[in-house]
Structures are given as structure tokens and as C-alpha cells.
């Protein structure tokens, strides 16, 4: 697996734009498993603005050009 971890005040919003998630609902210290972009994740919710997402090395190029790409659009 490789870890991103994302740090920022819009990450829910970013990471909304493509999984069925509610992250608002995330509770801090916790996790949960759902799809980012068609990519089987796991998130680990530490703060609401500090999220470790852990994904398979095989989908993980691709989901970092997906996070870069929202990221952008903002």
C-alpha cells in the first residue's frame, strides 16, 4: 500500500468531488473504507484538516493525478 497524507482546510471538499462518502460525517481518529475516483481507499480521519488515505501501490499514480487535478479546480 502507499500513504498520502493530505493536510488543508478543503480536503473534504476536494476528496467529495468523487466518492460517495460524507466526510463532514467522519468522526477525527477514525477511518473508513470507500471509493475515490473509482479507487478502493481507506481514509484515516485525524483532523478536519489532516487525513492519511491508503491505497494500493497499483492505483496509486493515478490517484494522486486525480487529487492534484481537483486540487487545482478549487
Known sequence: ???FSLKG???NEVLSKSSPLNFDL???NSSAQTL???I???IVKKNNENIDLLVRRS???HLW???EDS???N
Do not use: K, M, P, R
Request: aromatic residues 16%; hydrophobic residues 50%; charged residues 15%.
Open 26 to 28: 467522519l468522526l477525527d
Open 36 to 38: 475515490l475516483n473509482n
Open 1 to 3: 500500500f502507499t500513504v
Open 71 to 73: 486540487a487545482n479546480f
Open 59 to 61: 492505483f496509486s499514480e
Open 9 to 11: 482546510s478543503n480536503i
Open 40 to 42: 478502493d481507499i481507506t
Open 65 to 67: 493525478d486525480w487529487i
